[in-house]
């Protein structure tokens, strides 16, 4: 196997609020190899999004990187300085964000957007920067881009607007593209077509991709390994067949079940039960076991499971994952 | 955009006529009648109520006051402002007369106001619950809540007559003394009338940035790998003068009712003093032009408003003009 071209290790990462600190991501961790498309899956505050705000520096002033380490290539992202880190984003890490309304600049033309991130990482003219944003917004699929790059986000619609933000994450041919749920702001139509606009371009630039969502149908539309967290931890490692099929974790395996299946009926979906916990007051021990329907108050749940290989290439962090390979598909 | 300037121009007239109106009615409830202040009670022998009332009829003072009304806004629309009772000059004439002065102060004190409040909003929201906020946020209170003729008071005895760096009277020297000598005297009623604007211009600023410091864009912005000073030079910077620009203008009237009291302590021979002079005199005349001017001064701030609020942002600008 080649070297990965992402590695995030026992990264930790909290948040100052009033009183303290909280935690928001505890030790969570993933590889992304090169060309490879990884779902990062999990509910909202589990820490996915945070974890790859740590990664690249974008963490908001509240937020502070504990320990942990991300190496891009070999090189350490969290002892960079701001000016190399600077130099990585934009340049070798594309990111494309979820809410394309309010993740473009309202006062600033889309092609001055897309031209301001060539110009930051190439010495190329005004002129040259504008012939290359006409070719990137041609590229994602935008008609008459020449006119279209003088317009303003306001003038966009919503997939539209997704389409630039992907040609703004693509300008610089990136190793590697995070997205953090890039459909989830979108109308279901528009979804599909900007789900299939980011495989091509991913394949065409040949760069990995990190799809962060909480979407399944997302995960098994578009990634080959996922990646599930819960309360700021790596729950479960595997290839997408694996986790669709044979999940090891019982979180989850909760997940999929909760899935609604096409030529089956149910009155009622089942659900995981309880809510996400609260960071300020994680449960002692494997912090899913208060809604964990395989735990049975047992003892062992006391104590933080490790990510342990459950087969090859799948890791999962449950003292019963064996109990889960028995039962087979959920 | 002409359009929406032309239309915007189409009501202010109708809004300049309805503050005239106002304007005239409050006057005539204005307790004191100027033809008694002409014949001085001590000076007059004879007859005075019989010359008060021939002064009065002179004046069309015995007229209803629609009858005034009338009269008065016919001349006005001709650009008749008619003469001061009290020195029997043009209007027109002594406002500006008057008008270059004031400019002078309220001028340089906006400028002040801008150079000084802008950017310290600006750093106090950067550096958010920091010294440099917090100082920035007491000192921008104290400038709101200490009156000018006090500060002007406090900075005469400092400057003027402890430290005898600055003149503290007039526009410039007796007989003229060129331009170091009028930068002198503009020094301390411009500096005092700037940094009482000044104050909530940093409230505004630093309120402003704060709101587009938390937007998506700039962490898009960083994303892209720009330099902070790019990202809160031009995304932030940008963004954050759209609200601004509106109350900047929107407050620059406000010199006004602080150039009446500053030109007075300083004895600044400009448009605030003429005013206060005015209602002294019962000078209705003088008065009226003052407050017109002040009234027209207002609408064209809001429409400068308007317009550059339209100009910098490009959601109102290219979705045609708003009324």
Not at chain 1, 121 to 144: D, F, M, N, Q, W
Not at chain 1, 274 to 281: A, C, H, I, L, V
Not at chain 2, 154 to 182: E, M
Not at chain 2, 232 to 252: D, E, K, M, S, Y
Request: proline content about 6%; overall charge neutral.
């Amino acid at each position: 196997m080649s070297e990965p071209l992402l590695s995030i290790e026992n990264l930790v990462t909290e948040f100052r609020v009033e009183g303290g600190t909280v935690p928001a991501v505890n030790g969570a961790g993933y590889q992304v190899m090169p060309g490879e498309t990884v779902g990062v899956v999990g509910e909202s505050g589990s820490g996915k999004s945070v974890t790859v705000a740590s990664v690249l520096g974008l963490l908001p002033s509240s937020g502070r990187v504990v320990s942990g380490t991300a190496r891009f290539a070999g090189r350490d992202l969290l002892a960079m300085r701001e000016r190399e880190l600077e130099q990585v984003r934009g340049r070798d890490i594309g990111l494309v964000f979820q809410d394309p309304m309010t993740a473009l600049n309202p006062v600033m033309t889309i092609g001055e957007q897309i031209a301001e991130s060539l110009r930051r990482h190439a010495s190329i003219s005004r002129r040259a920067a504008a012939t290359k944003v006409a070719e990137l917004l041609a590229e994602v699929g935008i008609p008459s881009p020449k006119e279209r790059a003088r317009q303003y986000p306001h003038q966009f619609s919503g997939g539209m607007r997704q389409r630039a933000m992907i040609a703004m994450a693509m300008a610089n041919r990136p190793r590697l593209i995070i997205a953090d749920e890039p459909t989830t702001a979108l109308d279901v139509t528009i979804q599909a077509q900007i789900l299939d606009l980011l495989r091509r371009v991913q394949r065409e630039h040949d760069a990995a991709l990190v799809m962060i969502t909480h979407d399944l149908g997302v995960i098994a539309e578009m990634t080959e390994r996922v990646v599930v967290m819960y309360a700021g931890r790596v729950v479960e490692t595997a290839d997408v067949d694996s986790i669709f099929h044979h999940p090891r974790h019982p979180y989850t395996r909760g997940l999929l079940r909760s899935l609604p299946r096409l030529g089956e009926r149910r009155d009622e979906l089942p659900a995981i039960g309880g809510q996400p916990p609260d960071p300020r007051r994680l449960p002692d021990g494997c912090a899913f076991r208060v809604r964990c329907d395989l735990s049975g108050g047992r003892a062992e749940c006391g104590f933080q499971p490790a990510l342990s290989e459950v087969a090859a290439g799948h890791v999962s962090a449950c003292h019963f994952h064996g109990e889960l390979a028995e039962e087979g598909v959920a | 955009m002409l359009a929406f300037i032309v239309r915007r121009l189409a009501i202010s007239v109708v809004v300049l006529a309805g503050i005239s109106v106002l304007l005239f009615v409050l006057l005539q409830l204005m307790p004191g009648d100027p033809a008694e202040m002409m014949v001085d009670p001590f000076s007059f022998s004879g007859d005075r109520a019989a010359a008060v009332q021939q002064r009065r009829e002179e004046l069309g003072l015995d007229q209803s006051m629609f009858v005034q009304y009338v009269r008065w806004i016919g001349e006005f629309v001709q650009g008749n402002l008619g003469f001061s009772y009290s020195t029997q000059r043009p209007v027109t004439e002594v406002m500006l007369e008057r008008f270059g002065p004031t400019a002078r102060l309220m001028g340089t004190g906006l400028v002040i106001a801008l150079l000084v409040g802008i950017p310290v909003g600006i750093l106090a929201a950067m550096r958010r619950n920091t010294a440099v906020d917090y100082g920035a946020t007491v000192l921008s209170l104290v400038a709101i809540s200490i009156p000018s003729f006090f500060v002007a008071l406090i900075g005469i005895y400092v400057f003027g007559l402890k430290l005898g760096w600055l003149p503290t009277a007039g526009i410039n020297s007796p007989g003229g003394g060129g331009f170091v000598d009028s930068v002198r005297h503009l020094v301390l009623p411009a500096a005092i009338l700037g940094l009482a604007l000044a104050g909530p211009y940093v409230r505004y600023a630093r309120a402003a940035m704060l709101e587009v410091l938390g937007q998506d864009f700039l962490t898009t912005a960083r994303s892209k790998g720009l330099a902070r000073r790019r990202v809160i030079g031009r995304h932030a910077l940008h963004n954050a003068l759209i609200p601004l620009v509106t109350v900047v203008a929107v407050q620059i009237p406000t010199l006004f009712a602080g150039a009446v009291i500053i030109e007075q302590i300083f004895a600044w021979p400009g448009m605030g003093r003429m005013a206060l002079d005015a209602v002294r005199a019962r000078d209705y005349p003088i008065l009226l032009g003052f407050v017109m001017a002040v009234a027209v001064l207002v609408l064209l701030c809001n429409l400068i408003a308007d317009v550059a609020y339209a100009i910098i942002d490009p959601r109102i600008r290219l979705s045609g003009a708003r009324a």
